[in-house]
């Protein structure tokens, strides 16, 4: 919650009160343009409701790849999300009609947003108040997260474990059950392990987000020389026929190795696609693995077969142009490939 800002989950409500609507609002205010507020504003976008994101950060998706954070801005821009980056908020007031939000927008004009509902937002803290940690010696950082071994989730308590929430890293329910699982692992005196790096993410949206590695972004800032490919879900027979054909897939590979170095999917059904790229992820697997293993035809799985063969721009053409026309019943008078 914002300070000074009363959530009754009426008017004013948190991401717990926002699914618990009577009705769809005819107009409805987010504050805070972060996973939760895009799922909860694209699902009442879908449902009817007007909806208004209003986001302090100056970037659109700040964690997810540049190149899916546009597109993903795009789709939901066109879908009729009115998406407002770098502002500040200002008073909020809840009314007989709605809920007045004043605030300044990205060059520094006063505006005023009206609403039925607004959603606030602006992300979690660990629930550790009151767990009366200190009488066991331990304590909390400044942002209220258990400090752990990195390596068995153990505290500075003996016997003392800690996951999910509470501890630093992404606040995502399968992170805390491997974490779960490799707390009892190591209780029963075995070595389990954790590759943060391949913990994928994902945003529900409609067309979904997800990821899973490193961004062009952080293997630029690393100095890391990289070969991407992407393919787009336009070319892919079975998107077509679902009428689900945003978006696309993005395989970036380490330039000498071929090494998987991150996987950044928008588009349907990329919670489930995103899994092949973890598991590849975790087993150290080259782009080449991904692209020489038979896919199922037509699936949208073949999308990331595709992206993962485009990392290689030789072995691109064959299947982008040829199979894209052939799955989309086009005609061609001539066809040329360059090198």
């Known amino acids: 919650h914002l300070p000074g800002m009363p959530v009754d989950n009426e008017l004013i409500c948190d991401n717990e009160g926002a699914l618990k609507f ?17 799922e909860l504003g694209s699902v009442w976008r879908r449902l009817g409701a007007e909806v208004t994101i209003l986001e302090a950060l100056p970037g659109f998706l700040a964690a997810c790849d540049e190149g899916v954070a546009k597109e993903a801005q795009k789709l939901f821009t066109k879908q009729g999300l009115k998406i407002n980056l770098g502002v500040k908020i200002g008073d909020v007031k809840a009314t007989k009609k709605g809920v007045t939000v004043a605030y300044t927008d990205n060059a520094g004009a006063a505006q005023t947003l009206e609403c039925d509902r607004l959603i606030v937002s602006v992300g979690r803290v660990p629930n550790t108040d009151g767990l009366n940690l200190e009488a066991i010696g331990l304590k909390t950082d400044e942002r209220g997260f258990i400090a752990i071994d990195d390596h068995t989730c153990a505290t500075a308590a003996p016997g003392v474990y800690a996951i999910g929430d509470v ?48 961004t062009e972004q952080q293997l630029k800032a690393e100095g890391r020389a990289y070969k991407p490919g992407q393919f787009p879900f336009v070319a892919n027979g079975r998107a077509l026929g679902m009428g ?24 349907n059904a990329a919670s489930d696609l995103i899994a092949e790229a973890a598991v590849a992820m975790e087993f150290k697997a080259a782009a080449e693995d991904i692209g020489r293993v038979c896919h199922p035809h037509p699936s949208l799985s073949e999308v990331v077969r595709e992206a993962a063969l485009a990392t290689d721009m030789h072995k691109k053409p064959r299947l982008t ?7 989309s019943g086009c005609r061609i008078k001539k066809l040329e490939v360059a090198n």
């Open 22 to 38: 009577g009705s769809t609002p005819k107009k409805l205010g987010v504050i805070g343009a972060g996973v939760i507020g895009l």
């Open 321 to 327: 142009v040829c199979k894209f026309v052939r799955m």
């Open 167 to 214: 501890v630093r890293g992404p606040m995502l329910a399968h992170k805390a059950e491997d974490e779960g699982v490799l707390v009892a692992e190591v209780i029963a005196g075995q070595k389990p392990h954790i590759d943060y790096n391949c913990i994928p993410w994902v945003i529900y949206t409609s067309p979904e987000i997800a990821w899973v590695g490193k």
């Open 244 to 267: 689900a054909a945003d978006g696309f897939v993005k395989v970036l590979a380490d330039a000498q190795t071929d090494e998987i170095l991150g996987v950044h999917i928008v588009g």
